[in-house]
């Protein structure tokens, strides 16, 4: 049933929420945004003005843009640590989401497809990992992962190894624990999506003659697109700037670029260039993003 508000209704509703994004997003950015435009000042005025009243110009300091792209020496376009940081969180990201998507779409599936009275149960299950400390939750996988760690243990009192195996501080520690944080944030809107499903349409598939795996991938899969791109983008996104799970279960070659930021920043004492670098991050992340919305509003 459609919901008539009046004028003022309809935009104090639409209102909110735009206040609330530029309160608490757009105005931080257009701050963190001018940062990286300038220069560190002295003890008083942490950075310098970026007009200049004697001359009325502009100084725009774009040496932390250009940083960037390439070293400070002239070598080679794209051949620096951050790229090689922005390539490194992108990557871990895709697979982390990935993953997420091939564990979360079963239990999704097999939540949706259960009786209505165990469905609360069954999420609450899924929930409850966020009843627990985040930092409580990543220090767990590092007893589990460690050399003489829980998984060690296990493995050499079956035998199966006689010395620890290199677990912690690798690729697939780092997989590991983003997949375990950032899988409720998949399987909670493949939920939502799967759950409204009329699964009548599979058994109509079913008289048709197709076999389950087909009518799964022709009838649910595509129904579930807009449950699947959710689910993605809610794990793709924060993994790109994880900055606690790289940090403790990742090795010196797993630095990713929210690292690289926390080292900009307090480290280096470098907070343009830190700014810099969180602005382009940003830009690579909504960036595709409107121009994937662009397309499919236009298609739909």
């Given at each position: 049933m459609a919901l008539n508000l009046p004028m003022p209704g309809k935009r104090f509703v639409i209102?909110?929420?735009?206040?609330?994004?530029?309160?608490?997003?757009?105005?931080p950015f257009l701050i963190l945004f001018y940062i990286s435009f300038v220069d560190m000042g002295n003890d008083i005025s942490p950075f310098k003005p970026i007009w200049d009243h004697e001359t009325g110009l502009l100084q725009l300091k774009y040496e932390n843009y250009i940083s960037i792209f390439r070293s400070p020496d002239g070598g080679e376009l794209f051949q620096t640590i951050y790229i090689e940081a922005y390539i490194r969180s992108i990557w871990y990201a895709l697979c982390t989401a990935v993953l997420c998507l091939?564990?979360?779409?079963?239990?999704?599936?097999?939540?949706?497809?259960?009786?209505?009275?165990?469905?609360?149960?069954?999420?609450?299950?899924?929930?409850?990992?966020?009843?627990?400390?985040?930092?409580?939750?990543?220090?767990?996988?590092?007893g589990i992962l460690a050399d003489q760690g829980v998984l060690n243990q296990l493995l050499m009192g079956l035998g199966i190894t006689s010395e620890p195996i290199q677990?912690?501080?690798?690729n697939v520690s780092m997989l590991v624990g983003m997949t375990y944080v950032y899988l409720p944030f998949m399987v909670l809107p493949?939920?939502?999506n799967l759950v409204k499903m009329d699964f009548r349409l599979l058994e109509a598939a079913y008289d048709l003659g197709a076999s389950p795996f087909k009518a799964f991938w022709l009838v649910t899969v595509p129904l579930s697109k807009a449950g699947i791109i959710a689910g993605f983008m809610l794990v793709f996104i924060p993994c790109v700037g994880e900055f606690v799970i790289p940090s403790l279960l990742g090795g010196p070659e797993n630095i990713m670029i929210g690292r690289v930021v926390w080292d900009e920043m307090f480290t280096s004492n470098n907070w343009p260039r830190a700014s810099a670098l969180a602005v382009v991050m940003i830009g690579l992340i909504v960036i595709p993003l409107a121009i994937y919305y662009h397309f499919t509003g236009e298609e739909k």
């Open positions: 209102g909110v929420p735009f206040g609330w994004l530029l309160v608490f997003f757009m105005l091939v564990i979360g779409y079963p239990f999704s599936y097999f939540i949706a497809r259960s009786p209505a009275s165990v469905r609360p149960a069954l999420l609450m299950m899924v929930m409850l990992p966020f009843w627990t400390s985040f930092l409580l939750r990543v220090y767990a996988w590092k677990m912690l501080y690798t493949l939920y939502a």
